[in-house]
Structure formats: structure tokens, C-alpha cells
């Protein structure tokens, strides 16, 4: 069964740091590109970061640029998530994703999320 | 920038539809996914139209010039939830805001 299991989510203060993980199953991961995805509570769905399969490529959100950091590890079949100076407004599920060439690049396998709360 | 209604209501067994206005989408590969309370997204239409395996041929799509459109035929119960749409520009996936679906 093709699976993606985030962890790492946690409580953490304004300007704390917290690093989410991600791991894979079940597929080739390797071969496929990944994601990070958010959504607020009550709110929608945000995308933060991208990374290809050797790493050689990375984009960013603006709003996450220069704090987030995404990351792979292809022998452990994981992902990435290492997140600094974190604000209030970063509270949120935080999803990993895959994107498949086989979907035009579409976000076909989503992890259950694992929730970050900022907050003092 | 994707801008989507807020809420969209339809008859059980009637056809909904949900739009998604943009700059020039028509130019853009237009992917659809659907949440429901709780749990996360599912994927069911990429490449505007394309259904993955399992989602019903009730759900197709379309896009051209600055609209791309979801519709649902025959909606049921369990088509309720939250639908996004997404597409890629400039290295950067943007979403949608998001329709509410109800089935009354």
C-alpha cells in the first residue's frame, strides 16, 4: 500500500524551531517528487515547499522562505520539514505530499498530517 | 491567484458546479481535490479532466481562457465536503480557496 506517515507535530513558542518528518511506503520513493502542504484551522489549503528526487531542485512558498528548510533522505525513504523562527500563523496540519508525473504533476498521495501549534 | 466561491449548494441526484477563476488558467494544467471533514485531500480530476482510478465518471471538468469548471452530475451524500482547485506557476502549486459543497 502506497503511505505516507508524517511526525514531529508538536507545541512549540514564537521563533521556536521544530523539524516534521515524513515516511514512505510502498512506492519507489526515490523516483518520486515531494511536497509539503499546510492548512490553517478552518482555513485552506496552502503549499510550502517542493523538492525533486535528487534533491538538485527546491522551491519555496514567499511565506516560508528563508525559515522553512525542505529536505530528503532517499535510503530512508523520507522527507523533510525543518522549520525556524515560527510564528503564530504557522499553526496548522501540516501534510506531505507526492506529486506524480503519471497525474500531469497533480498531488495524488497525502499523508494524514501532523499538526504544529505555535503559541506561548 | 485562484478564486473560487466560498459555498455552492445542489439538489441530491442534481448537478453541481464548481468554478475556478484565473488569469489565463486555459494556458495551465488545472487539478481538483476534494476533503472531507477531517481527513485529507483526494485528487479527483488532474490535467482539467482526467478522473484517477475509483473517482466515478459523475465528476469531469473543464478549462479555457480564465475559468476552469468542476462538475459533479447526480450528486450524492457523500460528494459533500471541501473542493480545491490547484495548478502550478512559476515553480510555485496554488491553490484555490476552497467550495464548501453541500447536498441538500
Known amino acids: 500500500e502506497v503511505q505516507l506517515v508524517e511526525s514531529g507535530g508538536n507545541l512549540v513558542q514564537p521563533g521556536g524551531s521544530l523539524r516534521v518528518s515524513c515516511a514512505a511506503s510502498?512506492?519507489?520513493?526515490?523516483?518520486?517528487?515531494m511536497n509539503w502542504v499546510r492548512q490553517a484551522p478552518g482555513k485552506g489549503l496552502e503549499w510550502l515547499s517542493y523538492?525533486?528526487?535528487?534533491?538538485?531542485?527546491?522551491y519555496y512558498a514567499d511565506s516560508v522562505k528563508g525559515r522553512f528548510t525542505i529536505s530528503r533522505d532517499n535510503v530512508k525513504n523520507s522527507v523533510f520539514l525543518q522549520m525556524n523562527s515560527l510564528r503564530v500563523e504557522d499553526t496548522a496540519v501540516y501534510y506531505c505530499?507526492?506529486?506524480?508525473?503519471?497525474?500531469?504533476?497533480?498531488?495524488?498521495?497525502w499523508g494524514q498530517g501532523t499538526k504544529v501549534t505555535v503559541s506561548s | 491567484e485562484l478564486t473560487q466561491p466560498v459555498s455552492v449548494s445542489v439538489a441530491l441526484g442534481q448537478t453541481a458546479t464548481i468554478p475556478c477563476g484565473g488569469d489565463?488558467?486555459?494556458?495551465?494544467?488545472v487539478h481538483w481535490y476534494h476533503q472531507k471533514a477531517g481527513r485529507a485531500p483526494v485528487v479527483v480530476l488532474y490535467r482539467d479532466a482526467r478522473r484517477p482510478s475509483g473517482i466515478p465518471e459523475r465528476f469531469s471538468g473543464s478549462n479555457s481562457g480564465n475559468m476552469a469548471t468542476l462538475t459533479i452530475s447526480s450528486a450524492q451524500v457523500g460528494d459533500e465536503g471541501d473542493y480545491y482547485c490547484e495548478v502550478w506557476a512559476s515553480n510555485t502549486a496554488i491553490f484555490g480557496g476552497g467550495t464548501k459543497l453541500t447536498v441538500l
Open positions: 505530499v507526492r506529486d506524480s508525473p503519471n497525474f500531469w504533476g497533480a498531488f495524488d498521495v
Open positions: 489565463n488558467i486555459g494556458t495551465h494544467n
Open positions: 523538492i525533486s528526487t535528487d534533491s538538485s531542485t527546491i
Open positions: 510502498g512506492f519507489t520513493f526515490s523516483s518520486d517528487t
